[in-house]
Antibody, heavy 122, light 109 residues
Framework: EVQLVESGGGLVQPGRSLRLSCAASGFTFDDYAMHWVRQAPGKGLEWVSGISWNSGSIGYADSVKGRFTISRDNAKNSLYLQMNSLRAEDTALYYC???????????????WGQGTLVTVSS | QSVLTQPPSVSAAPGQKVTISCSGSSSNIGNNYVSWYQQLPGTAPKLLIYDNNKRPSGIPDRFSGSKSGTSATLGITGLQTGDEADYYCGTWDSSLRGVFGGGTKLTVL
């Protein structure tokens, strides 16, 4: 069974940093691109970042570009999101999702993890 | 403001049919496949339709998808109370990013 388990969320003050992790199992991790998608409380889905199978291609939403860094460790079947200079508007449930293929471009995401909540507040 | 446009809400009676629209542009829907997701209350999104009209294993054929030009539509027939959820369309954009609609809340009256 394909499984994605996020961790690392929590309460953090504005301007501080946080690192999210996503542990993958049940599939050949390095055969797929991986993505982070977030959902602010009561709001819709927002794609945050994606990374190709070999980390050769990476993309970010304009809202996080320059502040967030996505990475992966294929030996550990893990995906990461380093979030710096956090703002109140980054408060959201962050989902890890498996991409369609090896390459960054993905028309669909499946499956999704259960999410990890990040709250940015003083 | 979401890149793709969906109606905020739709409703219909049990057993009836409902459609949810998703409007984009040539930089996203017009040149890429569309996917649809169902998000039941308190749960993660679940892939419902991919590549415009394909259903993953386990998704009943009551759910269907179509695409025309820069718009896509999700159809649900034989509505059940368990279908009450938020539905999102999604695709890839030429600006090398994923994009989603703002979501549509389905109420089964």
């Amino acid at each position: 069974e394909v499984q994605l388990v996020e961790s690392g969320g929590g309460l953090v003050q504005p301007g501080r940093s946080l690192r999210l992790s996503c542990a993958a199992s049940g599939f050949t991790f390095d055969d797929y691109a991986m993505h982070w998608v977030r959902q602010a409380p009561g709001k819709g889905l927002e794609w945050v970042s994606g990374i190709s199978w070999n980390s050769g291609s990476i993309g970010y939403a304009d809202s996080v570009k320059g502040r967030f860094t996505i990475s992966r460790d294929n030996a550990k079947n893990s995906l990461y999101l380093q979030m710096n200079s956090l703002r109140a508007e980054d408060t959201a449930l962050y989902y890890c999702a498996k991409g369609k293929i090896r390459w960054l471009q993905s028309n669909w995401f499946d499956p999704w993890g259960q999410g990890t909540l990040v709250t940015v507040s003083s | 403001q979401s890149v793709l446009t969906q109606p905020p809400s739709v409703s219909a009676a049990p057993g009836q049919k409902v459609t949810i629209s998703c409007s984009g542009s040539s930089s996203n829907i017009g040149n890429n496949y569309v996917s649809w997701y169902q998000q039941l209350p308190g749960t993660a999104p679940k892939l419902l339709i991919y590549d415009n009209n394909k259903r993953p294993s386990g998704i009943p054929d009551r759910f269907s998808g179509s695409k025309s030009g820069t718009s896509a539509t999700l159809g649900i027939t034989g509505l059940q109370t368990g279908d009450e959820a938020d539905y999102y369309c999604g695709t890839w954009d030429s600006s090398l990013r994923g994009v989603f609609g703002g979501g549509t809340k389905l109420t089964v009256l």
